[in-house]
């Protein structure tokens, strides 16, 4: 696996610039002419939508937003979020299952290393930090949670109902709280997309949006976990690490059919 660093800080990388790399690679990767790849980088603030977002998901002030061709919903990318998007070639039929579970194993340990218990939740992809049980929770504006309004309306909007319902407030409300995006497109045998982890974002940029279109939870980071700060160029040897550790060591077996 081959770990190419495409920009960071004052470099970041604006994403149809990121998008193009990766479609240039994805291609040479498909002919043999270059060996599995990740992409490492830190984006320019863009919020992009995968193929199964809604328009109720979307930002309601009109802010632009990329659609993409990869799996999953909206999110953000931006300053103090390492992005990562392994280009790899996988028997067929490929079982895209197992290449997110890749993904979230070695995210999951490098969190570890900085103190983070990374967890799964089932049905929905990524890594997350797991909330306390429901009847454990603070009351939301005085109410008891029997009467939290997101467990009666599914179409509930957390855009319109103030910072007590924000994704970025997850954490204070003691709610499952997702760490690291992931979603992913396969063509031809070889992957394209990847990750998002939050290393210490502005989170209040998930707040325009319907996260992942997740209604009932929120978003976290290392830094707000942490209670301190952390920086990409800490996490960025830890992340990669374990990405080759995983992606380089895996028995890649096509899809059971």
Known sequence: MRFVH???GA???DYASAWQEQRRIHAARFADEVPDTCLLLEHLP???AG???????????????VDVDRGGKITWHGPGQLVGYPIQKLPRPVDVVAHVRRLEEALIRACAEFGVEGSRVEGRSGVWVLGDPVEERPALGGLNLDFDPRLADELFDP?????????????QRREDRKLAAIGIRVAKGVTMHGFALNVNPD????DKIVPCGIRDAGVASLAGELGREITIAEVLPVVEKHLRDILENAELL???V
Do not use: H
Not at 51 to 65: A, K
Not at 203 to 206: E, L, R, V
């Open 6 to 8: 495409l920009g960071f």
């Open 11 to 13: 470099d970041a990388v």
């Open 46 to 48: 863009v919020y992009t």
């Open 51 to 65: 193929r199964r977002t809604s328009d109720d998901e979307r930002p309601l002030d009109g802010t632009p937003v």
């Open 159 to 171: 855009r319109l109902n103030g910072p007590e319902y924000a994704p970025s407030n997850a954490g």
């Open 203 to 206: 989170n209040t940029s998930f």
């Open 254 to 256: 096509p899809r059971a």
